[in-house]
């Protein structure tokens, strides 16, 4: 029995941090029930607001109808449908200039599933994965899942991008991986190729003096969400040891569906044994495979895309009202979130404090980068014109 107490009591606290942002959401929807929805701004959540492609309902629709229904919902490859693999390779391919096949592709149940089975395919106990902070909060949980052991290096102040020194001293014999989320949760920031040559160069220079593989995970739920024609560089073009962990969730505003990809870098050492290792992970993880019909849909759905000009017309919003209000924050190049610098050092009470006023912001120490705090403005732009004001009250006490 007290072992049983102790393992759920491990799992409470590796969900505390994240679960921080989960309260915030519902804490939002009480203050809505006392206040009125349109008097709280909810900017904790980073849950989708663009509507989901016209086409997508079409689809699911044409899918249920016109599929043999044991063929739709029967058993499948742990990898997935092979002709769904087989068009993701071919667009992959013809964006990035790259040569991969179907046997380069794994369907998981979004990027978070993906970076489990990549995890449990490549760590043994003690490994080490380096992450730069600031991160989305899971990943700790990915890593101790697996009985591996958090990294943290440093990203250069206020621009956010990698700190390439600091990833030089960090990497040991142990180092397993190296994980790179750009576009940024929860900064927006994009790493330009150049920052991603300086990490390549300093991966493969550790590569062969420790004799040992070092994998680059690329986790890229935020690839599509890019503005002001920002370029984001495909690592399968800088590095062979290298994953992409992608999911439609961002890219097509369906993140309750659970549908993504593992892409395997077709030049990595072992490909091989890593592709089987990936597809028995999928299966003895319980994950078994991505979701059948949203494979489907997926297929017919690569061409498609949520319309980016809403998220961009409230980041111009949003971020130019807070800069003239004397907060300092990075422009973000995608996804859609600000990460502006508190007016004190106590991100958790600034939090509080802007609670007084209806905002829901969360902290940054959630991401491991305290003094900041995190704003998701993935919401109706309505909701940012009436939060306005609020920001300005809240502001007005520390006199910026």
Do not use: W
């Not at 096949?101 to 995890?119: K, P, R, Y």
């Not at 290792?277 to 690569?302: C, D, E, H, M, T």
């Amino acid at each position: 029995i007290e072992a049983n107490i102790e393992t759920a009591q491990r799992l409470l606290a590796m969900g505390l941090p994240t679960e921080q942002v989960r309260a915030m959401f519902e804490e939002g929807k009480e203050l809505a029930r006392k206040y009125g929805k349109e008097n709280v701004y909810d900017f904790s959540l980073g849950n989708p607001n663009v509507e989901t492609p016209e086409e997508i309902k079409k689809l699911i629709c044409e899918i249920v109808s016109e599929e043999d229904s044991l063929n739709l919902h029967g058993y499948m490859s742990n990898s997935g449908y092979e002709d769904v693999r087989k068009t993701i390779a071919n667009s992959i391919n013809k964006k990035y200039e790259l040569n991969i096949d179907e046997q380069s592709i794994v369907m998981t149940c979004g990027a978070a599933g993906g970076l489990n089975i990549i995890f449990k395919s490549i760590l043994e106990e003690g490994d080490e994965v380096i992450v730069f902070a600031p991160f989305f909060g899971e990943y700790s949980n990915y890593i101790k899942n697996f009985n591996g052991k958090e990294v943290i290096a440093s990203t250069e102040e206020n621009t956010f991008l990698p700190d390439v020194e600091d990833l030089k001293r960090n990497i040991t014999e142990r180092t397993k991986a190296v994980i790179i989320n750009s576009p940024n949760n929860p900064t927006g920031v994009v790493y330009s190729s150049k920052v991603i040559e300086d990490i390549c160069f300093v991966l493969k220079q550790k590569q062969l003096e420790y004799n040992n593989d070092i994998y680059l995970i690329a986790d890229e739920p935020y690839r599509e969400l890019v503005y002001d024609d920002t370029d984001v560089p495909y690592i399968f073009n800088y590095y062979d040891n290298s994953f992409v962990c992608y999911s439609y969730s961002k890219s097509l505003s369906l993140p309750g569906e659970r549908i993504g990809y593992v892409a395997i870098n077709n030049n990595m050492n072992d490909f091989e044994e890593m592709t089987a290792a990936l597809s028995i992970a999928n299966r003895i993880l319980g994950f078994v495979n991505a979701p059948s019909l949203f494979q489907k849909v997926i297929k017919k759905s690569l061409n498609l895309e949520v319309d980016v000009n809403i998220y961009k017309r409230n980041r111009d919003l949003i971020y130019n009202h807070l800069i003239h209000l004397g907060i300092k924050c990075e422009k973000p190049q995608g996804a859609f979130y600000l990460f502006p610098k508190c007016p004190i050092e106590d991100d958790k009470k600034f939090c509080e404090e802007a609670k007084k006023f209806n905002i829901l912001l969360v902290p940054g120490s959630v991401f491991k980068k305290p003094g900041y705090f995190r704003l998701a403005y993935c919401v109706s732009y309505e909701t940012i014109v009436n939060s306005l004001p609020a920001f300005s009250k809240l502001m007005e006490q520390y006199r910026l």
